[in-house]
């Protein structure tokens, strides 16, 4: 598999990652865009955060963190769940996925409060510590059962983030946490 050397320069300093080409379904589609003196890495498909964000603001007291791209190159459709404490922003590849099955491509979450995922005996392959954008410290855990499982979490100002992939990698997995950082809150 090649990879090539990205390097993103952010606020904190200069993050350097290896990344798999495919991590963006084609490396003709990663491109990176200068915004101010921060390159912001790109790849995939758009996220429709104008759609999103009306169906999440006033209903959650939660900050309000979107990627603006995830590692996809098809359509997607993102419904949605916002309590006081939570929301839940779904990723499917069809209009009727309803979170089950094939269709569903994961997640992300925030919340008030909560813990890092912790090693779980006999579902648990991999669980280690991630640096992301701005300085960001994560958890990536790969977790199999019925299913694979990746996820990524990270804390701010006592709120939990969670990106979730079924049969998920890290580099996808930082790569939508690390969009939606930069993108800042929404």
Known sequence: MKKKLLFLATSAGVLTALVPLSVVLGSSQLSLRQS?????????????????????????????FIPSRIPVS?????????????YTISMEYTADCRGAGACSFGEIRGQKGGEFTTKLEGVTKTLKNVQLAGGVKGVFHNGCGAYCTATLEWKT????????????RESDLILIANSAIQAGKR
């Open 36 to 64: 101010g003196t921060t390159q912001i890495a790109q790849g995939g498909t758009a996220v429709p955060v104008s759609e999103i964000l009306p169906k999440l603001k006033g209903k959650t007291q939660v900050p309000i």
């Open 157 to 168: 100002q006592g709120f939990m983030y969670t990106v979730a992939i079924k049969n998920g």
């Open 74 to 86: 098809q359509k997607m459709y993102y419904p949605t769940t916002a309590k006081a404490d939570s």
